[in-house]
């Protein structure tokens, strides 16, 4: 069974982040870490960078950046806006697939795999 949750930690005069825990974490940290990197213009959607991602009893977590920004259900645009704006960023996601090695999408494991972004 795969589950994903998240909160968000806010320390004093640090950056604020966001936490997500669950079954399957560590692959879906690679491959937002791979495509943080390569979206460094502003063409690109806002991702997230991930600081780190680990499993400790059980549990895996990835820490990134929390990125503010708001909901569709509070940003009130339009939703023929919202779907441009999400087949945009799909758009973007595709021009990126001849940059993308096969081990980063399928990839399918029963190994604990320990990831640091940069690391690699």
Known sequence: MVF???FDIDLEGK?????KYGS???VEAST???FHALAQDES???IPKVYDAFCEEG???S???KIELPTLSTCKISEDDAVQSVASIVKW???QAPSVPPSIFGRISSEVVFFRPGSA
């Open 24 to 26: 399957d974490i560590l």
């Open 32 to 34: 937002q870490s791979f």
């Open 59 to 61: 549990y895996c977590f």
């Open 63 to 65: 820490v990134m950046e």
């Open 15 to 19: 950056p604020a982040l966001f936490v």
């Open 44 to 46: 690109a959607p806002g």
């Open 93 to 95: 996601l595709l021009t």
């Open 4 to 6: 994903t949750n998240h």
